[in-house]
Every structure is written in C-alpha cells, then in structure tokens.
Nanobody, 118 residues
C-alpha cells in the first residue's frame, strides 16, 4: 500500500479558493492513479476527481469547472485546486491511490476537513 498524507483544508467563505495537497510514499508514484474523494456528515464518500499516470483527468459533475486536479511526480504529490467554493462542498476530503489495473482504490489518507461558510 501507499502511505498518503493530506493537507490544506480549512474554513473559508463561499466563493473562496483552497488548494489541497497529498504526499505519497511507499510506491512508485508516477505509475499510480491518484484521486480525491469527499464525505459530508451523514453521507457516503463520493468521488471528486482523479488523475492517471498519463495525466488524463476525470471529475464529478458537481465540481467540473471549479476544481482542478494535478500531480507533480517529482514531489510525489497530487493537488486539488478548489475555486468558487460553495457550502455544499463542505466535507472531509480524502486522497486515494491505486494502480490502473486495480478496480478499487486500496490506499487512503486520513482526510482533511474543508468547511465553506455561506
């Protein structure tokens, strides 16, 4: 498994921006598919965005045009730039990792809280 450590969460106002970071260790980062998920209180964990080793990105419809996922292989880091934040973006955000051939993400970070006030 990969060890993942997230950072960058916080309390912001609606319309503000935040950038989350996730540093990975324990496996060759460049070959990993990296993703962000989020879980709001009382709800299931939902997919937010993913980036594969080729750089191809996918996003949940709810964040398209506002969030951007990127990776910096030299730093073993994946980022989630979140713009135009809304109160409904409030959640614990988790970083996840897997290899492309794996069906499910098998490595998860501890999560970082993002709270957006109206």
């Amino acid at each position: 498994q990969v060890q993942l450590v997230e950072s960058g969460g916080g309390l912001v106002q609606a319309g503000d921006s935040l950038r989350l970071s996730c540093v990975a260790s324990g496996r060759t980062f460049s070959g990993l598919t990296m993703a962000w998920f989020r879980q709001a209180p009382g709800k299931e964990r939902d997919f937010v965005a993913a980036i594969v080793w080729t750089g191809m990105r996918t996003y949940a419809d709810s964040v398209k045009g506002r969030f951007a996922i990127s990776r910096e292989n030299a730093k073993n880091t994946v980022y989630l730039q979140m713009n135009s934040l809304k109160p409904e973006d409030t959640a614990v955000y988790y970083c996840a990792a897997k290899y492309e051939y794996q069906q499910a993400y098998d490595s998860w970070g501890q999560g970082t809280q993002v709270t957006v006030s109206s």
